[in-house]
């Protein structure tokens, strides 16, 4: 499996963006997903997680501004940002927990995409 994301750019203060996921492969069942991201020098802080049932949980300072959700029919889970600010700036992850089918011991296992860069200019 695959994490593939996409939708990141550069956008003025007070703009908006939104970041797509899509896990790829086969044979999986998808579970908790989540965004993250990570400025140089700073440890990667979860942004915004979406677990398989819907349940979501934000960030403090995403809260009102950002909104997660998946589409479990596409794999593929979405981050709405709205009135973003240049503190938002930084390497968007996506990350998600999968089950395999083809795995007897039906563990959880933990994927990470490549990144994108959102840049937010004052």
């Known amino acids: 499996v695959r994490l593939v994301e996409s939708g990141g750019g550069v956008v003025h203060a007070g703009g908006s963006l939104r970041l797509s996921c899509a896990a790829t492969?086969?044979?999986?069942?998808?579970?908790?997903m989540a965004w993250y991201r990570q400025t140089a020098g700073k440890s990667r802080e979860e942004v915004a997680m979406?677990?398989?049932?819907?349940?979501?949980n934000y960030l403090d300072s995403a809260k009102g501004r950002f909104t997660i959700s998946r589409d479990n029919t596409k794999n593929t889970m979405y981050l709405q940002m709205n009135s973003l600010e240049p503190e938002d700036t930084a390497v968007y992850y996506c990350?998600?927990?999968?089950?395999?089918?083809?795995?007897?011991?039906?563990?959880?296992?933990?994927?990470w995409g490549q990144g994108i860069q959102v840049t937010v200019s004052s």
């Open positions: 990350n998600a927990d999968f089950r395999f089918l083809s795995d007897i011991y039906q563990g959880t296992y933990n994927y």
């Open positions: 492969g086969n044979g999986f069942t998808t579970l908790t």
């Open positions: 979406i677990s398989n049932t819907g349940t979501t």
